[in-house]
């Protein structure tokens, strides 16, 4: 029982991989939507914070493996293994969107191949995100298998994702309006609350002859609302410059970002708090 804190090593691996994600989609459109090429370099200087941030991630993983060494050991049955695939999809997004940037800030990249290495990383991204729902839809382990892991691992790439992905735009002073934006963080907000509730109820439906879910996590409430608040004041530092018709500022988005991470990770915590298998029986 308790707020799977101890599986910190993945909470940080899956949550800044499905956030990544988002933002490459995010400044990927926007270095595709101009011509300008010293405000392509300027996006291309400030998307190197997604890559550290992806190598982040993947350093925590291979902490959980225990050993660097037992990443590759995880590759042994690709196609064959989900555990295989996540990280066989997770290394080429990280590898084709690491050698794009590469070659795009020391301006090596051929012309021509720009725009189609891009679109193929971004589209790896969502991929790689696929891959990690698949991962815990294990017939098993009834709190996790369940369309609620699939809408919470892609509802962090719409929420973190859009709001990342300004702020990055913001540093590299690339002129739009993020209106669109937010609104994408919005909707995918809403539908985060909304499985919250289902998932709260059903919660409580499951048990086995040893074990209920709802102990597994006897604070879920209160963390989850504290989950939710927190995501909210992220969400309204880069909402109320917008509706005022203001460029929010870095600033303010960069604190909106990190307490909107926050909120994921306390989700993420309580997912990987929830994990039971069926024992003898599921009542």
């Known amino acids: 029982m308790g707020n799977g804190l101890h ?37 291309v200087n400030a998307m190197f914070a997604l890559w550290v941030l992806m190598g982040l991630g993947f350093l925590a993983s291979m902490m959980h493996m225990g050993s660097p060494m037992r990443a590759f050991n995880s590759m042994n049955r690709v196609f064959a293994s989900s555990l295989s695939n996540e990280v066989l999809f997770g290394f080429i997004f990280f590898a084709l969107g690491g050698l794009w940037w590469l070659l795009s800030a020391m301006k090596k990249m051929p012309t021509g191949l720009d725009k189609v290495w891009l679109i193929i990383t971004m589209l790896m991204g969502l991929l790689f995100v696929w ?11 009834p709190t996790w298998n369940t369309p609620h892991t699939t809408i919470g691992f892609f509802m962090t790439l719409f929420v973190v994702g859009p709001i990342l992905g300004t702020l990055l735009l913001r540093v590299a002073k690339f002129p739009f309006n993020s209106g669109k934006l937010a ?27 040893v074990q209920k879910a709802v102990d597994l996590v006897p604070d879920f409430g209160v963390l989850q609302v504290i ?57």
């Open 7 to 43: 599986e910190w090593p993945l909470i940080l691996f899956t949550v800044l991989g499905q956030s990544i994600a988002g933002g490459v989609i995010v400044t990927g459109l926007a270095w595709l939507s101009t011509d300008d090429k010293p405000q392509k370099q300027r996006i």
């Open 131 to 141: 891959a990690m729902t698949r991962v815990y839809m294990i017939s098993t382990v």
């Open 183 to 209: 609104a994408i963080s919005i909707v995918a907000y809403i539908v985060t609350i909304a499985s919250v509730l289902l998932q709260s109820g059903e919660i409580a439906l499951i048990a086995t002859s």
């Open 227 to 283: 989950r939710l608040v927190v995501t909210s004041l992220g969400l309204l530092l880069w909402i109320l410059p917008v509706v005022r018709q203001n460029q929010p500022s870095v600033l303010s988005l960069l604190l909106g970002t990190v307490l909107v991470l926050i909120g994921e990770f306390i989700g993420r915590g309580l997912f990987y708090g929830l994990h039971m298998t069926v024992g003898m029986a599921v009542a």
